[in-house]
């Protein structure tokens, strides 16, 4: 559930157009506290700004007319700042009916049907999906339930703003978001989720696209670069001294340089430090008996994590003798076993 959140907070305003075209928004609004009061929002300047107080009558009835000038995400939420956030995705002349059941134990408000908004829709399944999720064994379902749902409504505008559940694992879904900003940007060129997404893709680096240059200072202060080694499968691995994952994985690193080095292997290792020293001792520390160490000393403003689109580490590359990227973020067993693919 905690994976919702970012969603508000990448949000922002539409843009306006010259007319506003009226939408509505009825149905039902069951399962509320005592007292409690259920508020709309609209993102404004990435900020909630409240548009309506939902007046229920007894039943739960609401109804309210918008002027969405396009897709326009709205916000419901309840008075209490523990309440829970619902989605609610409009566009101009829409006629919705939906009914929504606030769960108290949970904070959180469910879509219980929805007629009229396939944007609607796809959040009510989207948000089921993680609903559902309720042991770990079903949670390590997620992430595939939820690339199955989107690749079935790429066209559907929502499906723009749902990427970003994937924010942090974004380069690993980068084939399906570019299905799904090929499918939207034509009608949407200013929807500002298309833009985030379209952004996003242009500094994504795929299989089969040619490695970007980096060139760079090694400890010694000589130039080494990357293309220096074509010809060569080369391991671009960044990392820094202070990144403890990065030191764990350290010696499967140094165990495949060895095993595979004669045969074709190389290492371009990219530090994000910031201090030599601490740079020089984790070299020797663990062992890291190849050549090619290379710094600016910038932590994370590296001007190779930056050509990379680097946002945490460890994060690797890796790179065929033209040149040309086999596949990211390789490590431990499967870095062991794409090698083994290619040398043996």
């Not at 970003?164 to 949407?188: G, N």
């Amino acid at each position: 559930m905690k994976r919702i959140i970012p969603l508000v907070l990448l949000a922002v305003f539409t843009s306006c157009s010259l007319s506003a075209q009226k939408a509505t928004l009825s149905g039902t609004l069951t399962g509320l506290p005592d007292g409690t009061v259920a508020i709309l929002n609209e993102i404004v300047n990435d900020r909630l700004q409240p548009i309506d107080t939902l007046r229920l009558n007894k039943s739960g009835d609401f109804k309210l007319t918008l002027s969405p000038t396009a897709p326009t995400l709205y916000i419901l939420q309840t008075d209490s700042r523990d309440g829970g956030i619902c989605h609610l995705m409009v566009e101009p002349k829409d006629k919705i009916t939906v009914d929504i059941l606030y769960m108290p134990d949970q904070h959180v408000f469910k879509i219980t049907q929805c007629k009229g908004s396939r944007n609607i829709e796809l959040y009510r399944q989207f948000y089921d999906i993680l609903l559902g999720a309720v042991n770990p064994t079903l949670q390590t379902l997620v992430p595939q339930q939820i690339e199955q749902l989107l690749s079935k409504n790429k066209e559907v505008i929502m499906s723009a703003f749902l990427v970003t559940f994937f924010e942090q694992e974004f380069e690993s879904h980068a084939a399906l978001y570019a299905e799904i900003r090929d499918a939207l940007i034509k009608k949407h060129p200013n929807d500002p989720y298309v833009k985030h997404l379209n952004d996003r893709l242009k500094s994504v680096l795929l299989p089969g696209m040619e490695a970007p240059e980096i060139s760079m200072k090694d400890t010694e202060g000589n130039t080494r670069r990357l293309s220096d080694l074509r010809g060569k499968v080369v391991l671009i691995d960044f990392w820094a001294s202070w990144c403890g994952p990065c030191r764990r994985e350290n010696p499967n690193v140094v165990k495949l340089y060895k095993k595979y080095h004669d045969r074709g292997f190389e290492i371009y290792s990219v530090s994000l430090d910031k201090e030599k020293s601490a740079w020089l001792k984790a070299i020797k520390d663990d062992g890291l008996v190849w050549p090619n160490h290379v710094s600016d000393l910038n932590g994370w403003t590296s001007s190779g994590g930056k050509t990379y689109g680097i946002m945490s580490v460890p994060s690797t590359v890796l790179v065929d003798k033209d040149g040309k990227i086999i596949a990211r973020n390789l490590r431990g067993s499967e870095l062991e076993k794409k090698l083994s693919e290619i040398f043996d």
